[in-house]
């Protein structure tokens, strides 16, 4: 059974940094689409950033430049390393994967690959807050 695990969330300063960590089992996460998403309270899921299969990545424009998502093929997870970080970061962080290939058919690279319900198999999320 596919299956994704969040580890890396805590409580983090204004201006600090922190790398997220996807441990994907029962699948070979290289092979798809992996996506971060976080929720605020009261708000909707919203994407962050995703990596393709083909190591292609995508940023919502509210962490652009501030993030970068990688892959290690040989512990099979994704991370998710986030600077500058502000109090609006705070929210619980998702990884989820695409098994279905539907970022990939939804067209061409692009934030729409951000979309919640292309993915299919979700983690618990891990709580990030950023307060001094």
């Known amino acids: 059974q596919p299956q994704v695990v969040e580890s890396g969330g805590g409580l983090v300063q204004p201006g600090g940094s922190l790398r997220l960590s996807c441990a994907a089992s029962?699948?070979?996460?290289?092979?798809?689409?992996i996506g971060w998403f976080r929720q605020a309270p009261g708000t909707e899921r919203e994407g962050v950033a995703c990596l393709t299969g083909t190591g292609r990545s995508i940023y919502a424009d509210t962490v652009n430049g501030r993030a970068t998502i990688s892959r290690d093929n040989a512990k099979n997870t994704v991370y998710l390393e986030m600077e500058s970080l502000k109090p609006e970061d705070t929210a619980v962080y998702f990884c989820a994967a695409d098994l279905a290939g539907r970022t990939l058919a939804s067209g061409p690279p692009s934030p729409k690959m951000l979309r919640p319900i292309y993915y299919e198999y979700w983690g618990q999320g891990t709580q990030v807050t950023v307060s001094s």
């Open positions: 029962g699948f070979n996460q290289d092979y798809y689409t």
